[in-house]
């Protein structure tokens, strides 16, 4: 418990009243159901979003005795069977905590339905606003008196393209941290620094009055948006605390462990993650654009790459090192594959066709590779898996049901996953 903060910033009676959820009557709700409890093993949500779509065939699936592939070239993992590209090097020796779902397939290759389909499991539907997935795992780990966010999105790209808390509303909304960040130094969240007589107990007393005000106003009002604001008031009160901000501050790492990490904006991002996840903070996700290679893939996938295995290795390593890695799930994903064969720019295209997901962390991930695709990499030959069936087995893994109904913008129940979703059985 922070110490220091007024027991009325603790006070969520500003909260509307959440929606009553219709449970689904599936084998994957008695599945959910089985595995939910407040110690859950899975606690926590970290995705690496790949944005732009990354070239999957050059990272976890890679074709090396086929023209295909290039010059990307594999190295063995601690994990007998199991290959990664040559650019994962540090990840490798995490393979025995990692899963590689080669079969992912979808039919959206464009960028922005594929964005909307890859985070939140649905196509684009006219007037209905469906929320990411982080947000749907904010708002069954809601907690009023939380001092942190539920979902923080760290260096994401420019708004609206990603992070939206959809009909979930704003108390499932993503904290942005670095948005479209250049430098590390972005990394910070603004305008939280509190007034320099924040510890006076006059302060206290302009806060608590405010509120007063706010209930006496809002009383017997069924007035939705004034209560999130006043909801938002005390979110943000609760963060100007000393102990609240200290979560961002890198500078409180040791200047090895940066380097560690990487000195990029990714790196630095993934460090930031796990305090955040220490913090318990249910779903982070850190993003790293410039997959789009539609041209000198090979440079650019070996350049970003490099970014992810020191960042992706080291949070392995740290977790592992704090006992949290069991219950911490790990996604490393973007929106779509890239196509198998190379053009004449020596890039590659989109291609949804095929593509892979890496997995890592929690109870389930024991080195698996589920699925496959051809020797040439444009189709799925084995077990192929759609990303409603990805979030169906993260939201399983948290103990949270895939077929529970969340009431929508459209006056309509909206289940967490598709209702087609089954979960990945090897993963769950």
Request: proline residues 6%.
């Amino acid at each position: 418990m922070l110490q220091g903060i007024s027991r009325r910033l603790f006070c969520s009676s500003l909260m509307a009243a959440s929606t009553a959820a219709v449970p689904g009557g599936s084998w994957l709700h008695n599945l959910a159901a089985a595995g939910k409890s407040d110690t859950a093993k899975v606690q926590r949500v970290i995705l690496l979003w790949l944005h732009g779509g990354p070239a999957t065939i050059d990272l976890w699936d890679v074709k090396t005795d086929h023209e295909n592939g290039g010059p990307s070239r594999e190295i063995a993992t601690k994990t007998p069977g199991l290959k990664f590209s040559d650019h994962f090097s540090r990840l490798a020796n995490w393979s025995e905590n990692c899963a590689v779902i080669r079969s992912m397939t979808t039919r959206e290759g464009d960028h922005g339905r594929a964005v909307h389909l890859a985070r939140t499991g649905y196509v684009p539907q006219a007037g209905i606003d469906f929320p990411d997935l982080g947000a749907l795992v904010a708002h069954e780990r809601f907690v009023p008196d939380a001092a942190l966010p539920g979902f923080v999105s760290i260096a994401p790209p420019q708004r609206p393209a990603i992070a939206n808390s959809g009909f979930l509303g704003n108390a499932a909304a993503p904290l942005v941290v670095g948005e479209m960040a250049k430098s590390i130094d972005d990394l910070t969240v603004r305008d939280l620094e509190p007034f320099a007589a924040w510890r006076t107990d006059d302060q206290r007393r302009r806060v608590d009055l405010l509120q007063e005000m706010n209930q006496e106003f809002l009383g017997g009002k069924p007035a939705t948006k004034a209560t999130e604001i006043g909801s938002a008031t005390q979110r943000a009160l609760r963060m100007m605390h000393p102990d609240v901000l200290a979560a961002f501050d890198l500078n409180q790492e040791t200047g090895s462990t940066r380097d560690r990490y990487g000195r990029t904006v990714f790196g630095q991002g993934c460090l930031l993650a796990r305090r955040l996840a220490e913090r318990d903070v249910p779903f982070i996700e850190v993003s790293l654009g410039g997959w789009d290679t539609h041209s000198d893939n090979f440079n650019r996938v070996g350049s970003l790459a490099r970014q992810v295995d020191d960042g992706f290795a080291s949070l392995m390593q740290d977790l592992h090192d704090r006992g949290m890695l069991d219950s911490t799930l790990i996604l490393c994903q973007g929106e779509f594959g890239r196509t198998p064969k190379i053009n004449a720019n020596t890039g590659r295209d989109h291609w949804p066709r095929a593509w892979a997901v890496m997995m890592a962390g929690g109870p389930n991930c024991r080195g698996q590779i589920v699925g496959s695709t051809s020797r040439d990499g444009t189709t799925v030959e084995t077990q192929p898996h759609s990303v409603p069936n990805l979030i169906a087995t993260v939201c399983a893994n948290l103990g949270i049901d895939p077929m529970k109904q969340n009431a929508s913008n459209v006056n309509r129940p909206i289940r967490v996953a598709d209702p087609d979703a089954q979960v990945i059985e090897e993963l769950v």
